[in-house]
């Protein structure tokens, strides 16, 4: 069983950056990872992913040239380096994985996800 473990989440200003990171165990060896956010009355948006053999990148356009997904193989762990942010980028963070994937708009869909972290905050203030 993959569990998912997010940190990094904080208050920051407008124009600030955070890091946030996710460790997996269980052995999710293949497959892909993705970052959702969901802020208060809206529904949970997928805005990066990656390709955990390939490497490959996705990005949500309102994050794209901001945000950076990068993982570290060797200590099972993506992270999501995001920078100038906006108050709009205010939400709860999660990470989820599923272990076979395809890509584009499909890896938005939280409802393709097998695993879920338990969420991390992030608040951007002006």
């Known amino acids: 069983q993959v569990q998912l473990v997010e940190s990094g989440g904080g208050s920051v200003q407008v124009g600030g950056s955070l890091r946030l990171s996710c460790e997996a165990s269980?052995?999710?060896?293949?497959?892909?990872m993705g970052w959702f956010r969901q802020a208060p009355g809206k529904e949970r948006e997928g805005v990066a992913a990656?390709?955990?053999?390939?490497?490959?990148?996705y990005y949500a356009d309102s994050v794209k040239g901001r945000f950076t997904i990068s993982q570290d193989n060797a200590k099972n762990t993506v992270y999501l380096q995001m920078s100038s942010l906006k108050p709009e980028d205010t939400a709860v963070y999660y990470c989820a994985a599923v272990r076979w994937c395809y890509g584009g708009n499909w890896l938005f869909r939280s409802q393709n996800y097998n695993y879920w972290g338990q969420g991390t905050q992030v608040t951007v203030s002006s």
């Open positions: 990656i390709g955990i053999g390939s490497g490959y990148t």
């Open positions: 269980g052995g999710l060896n293949n497959g892909c």
